[in-house]
């Protein structure tokens, strides 16, 4: 039985910069059509722009890494002032080439973040990993709730010129971090840690093509409910304003369970709390696409609470399979979630403009179903904890 107390204190404070960090980053979606009407990108190009955004995903498990090896853990303290400046700049921004640059910096803030603040977590929580990552996860969801209609809030006071006004929020919470974590609650380097290519192939070839085909399926769920319900709420016969509105109640409704989930997977265990997230988000998926228009509102707090529960669980689940080189592993499950998720929603994307919302939408929660076999087949696991 578990003794040690959870760190409130400290896992909160990085959870509050998880928030700023995130906050900013949702401002994107929000600045992109005012940017592609001010730059005159056509929508194709704009699409591509994810791409760039993420690209420095890649970087996950070298930052995680070196996190691991040499406790840099001012990565998570400089991101949070690197990712508002970058994006408040985008209103600055007097070309393509200028707008790509800022992309790119705003990706390695995220990147530099979300590499090695999880393991973090997971190391001041001890026993507690899936309390840990309930509120580390529940800050992120309530990010994006916040953080596009305070974009929108900011460019009707401010002008897209007046955003940078916005930056100092977020070096002020960097400084946060460096003063409470960093400078005082520094963890202690692991030189025992294997040297880069054997740490990553020893992750990958523990959890690697697991990882990756587990989340394609979470992200058939997240990935594609965060780009397009919006959208899809909109063609079912919504207003712009409604669909809004609908979608702050889906990501509001992820924060309580987000802090909820992480928690009962202490108790009950990673995978069956996976599972039942998942098994919800997708029944409630299908069902959305077959009620009528006025009905579907109803459906959104269901669906929310089922596909936004999963991402603590699966970071903790992470957490536990890999305990030397816990920010690698973080940093290897960030990377591919990030770089598999344009993917996963290209294709769900293509698959709408081919039949239709409903039989893609229906698409994504049926590859979603398929990849639970993955989580409850005990035996698997089994043989990930003994490798």
């Known amino acids: 039985m578990a003794t ?14 998880h928030l700023v960090q995130d906050t900013f980053a ?29 690209a420095p995903s890649v970087l996950n498990p070298l930052l995680g890494y070196w996190a691991d090896r040499y406790a840099a853990t001012w990565f998570v303290a400089l991101a949070p002032g690197l990712t508002a400046t970058a994006m408040t700049l985008l209103g600055r921004s007097r070309g393509l080439p200028e707008l790509l640059f800022l992309l790119l910096l705003t990706g390695v803030g995220i990147a530099m973040f979300h590499a090695s603040a999880p393991a973090w977590v997971a190391r001041a929580s001890g026993p507690y990993a899936g309390r840990g990552m309930s509120f580390f996860m529940a800050a992120g969801e309530l990010a994006r709730t916040i953080g596009p209609p305070l974009a929108v809030a900011a460019v009707l006071r401010l002008g897209m010129q007046g955003l940078p006004w916005l930056a100092p929020v977020g070096w002020t919470a960097s400084l946060v971090l460096w003063l409470r974590l960093v400078r005082n609650h520094k963890p202690q380097a692991h030189p025992q840690v294997l040297p880069f290519w054997e740490a990553a192939t020893l992750c990958m070839r523990r959890f690697g093509w697991l990882l990756a085909l587990l989340i394609v399926g979470r992200t058939m769920l997240t990935g ?13 016969g919504l207003s712009w304003a409604t669909a809004g509105r609908m979608v702050a109640l889906y990501e509001g409704t992820g924060v309580l369970a987000a802090l909820a989930a992480g928690a009962w997977s202490d108790r009950f265990g990673r995978r069956r709390v996976a599972a039942l997230g998942m098994t919800v988000g997708a029944g409630a998926l299908l069902a959305l696409t077959w009620l009528p228009t006025a009905w579907k509102p109803w459906l959104l707090p269901l669906l929310g609470a089922g596909v936004l529960s999963v991402q603590p669980v699966f970071l903790a689940l992470v957490q536990d399979t890999v305990q030397v080189h816990r920010a690698m592993a973080n940093g290897l499950y960030m990377g591919m979630s990030f770089l598999l998720r344009p993917l996963s929603v290209a294709a ?5 403009d081919l039949w239709g919302w409903a039989w893609a939408l229906r698409m994504a929660a049926g590859l979603a179903l398929l990849s639970l076999p993955l989580l409850l087949t005990r035996n698997l696991w089994q043989a990930l904890d003994e490798g």
């Open 4 to 17: 040690k107390r959870f760190p409130y204190l400290h896992v909160l404070t990085i959870a509050a910069g």
């Open 224 to 236: 594609v409910l965060n780009t397009y319900l919006a959208w899809y709420l909109m063609d079912s």
């Open 26 to 54: 949702a401002f994107y979606p929000v600045l992109l059509p005012r940017l592609a009407q001010a730059l005159g990108i056509s929508r194709g190009v704009a699409g591509l722009l994810e791409f760039v955004r993420l």
């Open 348 to 352: 769900i994307g293509a698959a709408a």
